[in-house]
């Protein structure tokens, strides 16, 4: 499955110790193979996990049972609580953010197409989505403003930490050393390797 849209769910419950291994015992009993979502952000009310954590659902690339209508062209992340009753915490907002901004890099899935459950009518509005998969369900939660949430996504930074600092020290000694090869971009080229930010990482990585 490639997927195209990340739609986020509330698991809308509100008790404690909610997690991946919980909601798998409920989808089993529902008759499915197992947890529909592919990821579960735990909120502050689980005894020995942490506010925040992400655990994995369902692999990546294995279809989920989320959001009828685009289950075979979507990741569903749940964020453990009840969204109609209490927003998200903290914790949960900031590994959701970085999460989405991971899968949205790694699927080339524009921020448009992370939406909350409930939008799903506006894919139909659009003629994006047979007109029989609307739904009525108000997830992830009327306390979840999934614009304010898209804004939050949009100002994350590239995470830095994918980065492998040597290969990319040698990238920019390669551009220093070979920019008399393209004459018309080396005006350019030289801003670049001038650049304030470029200069702070070489003599950090240096
Ligand atoms: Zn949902």
């Not at 529902?30 to 529909?36: L, Q, T, V």
């Not at 685009?70 to 998200?88: A, E, Q, T, W």
Request: with cysteine; aromatic share 6%.
């Amino acid at each position: 499955m490639t997927p195209e849209y990340i739609v986020i769910h509330t698991a809308a419950f509100k008790g404690s110790n909610c997690d991946a291994s919980r909601i798998d015992e409920w989808h089993k009993a529902r008759g499915w193979s197992g947890i529909g979502y592919h990821f579960v952000i735990l909120n502050d009310k689980h005894d020995s996990k942490p506010d925040g954590k992400v655990e994995v659902g369902r692999v990546e690339n294995v279809v989920g049972a989320h959001t009828l209508g685009i289950n075979s062209k979507s990741l569903g992340i749940c964020c453990v609580g009840h969204g109609d009753h209490s927003d998200f915490t903290e914790a949960q907002y900031s590994s959701l953010e970085t999460l989405v901004h991971q899968l949205m890099q790694k699927y080339a899935i524009s921020l448009n197409n992370v939406i909350g459950h409930r939008e799903i009518n506006d894919l139909i509005q659009k003629g994006l989505v047979e007109p029989n998969y609307r739904t009525t369900k108000t997830c992830p939660g009327i306390k979840i403003d999934m614009n304010k949430l898209r804004e939050k996504i949009g100002k994350c930074q590239d995470d830095v930490s994918l980065v492998d600092p040597a290969k990319l020290s040698e990238a920019i000694q390669l551009i220093r050393t070979h920019r008399t090869y393209f004459n018309n971009a080396r005006d350019e080229l030289d801003q670049f390797l001038n650049h304030p930010e470029v200069i702070e990482f070489l003599e950090e990585t240096s």
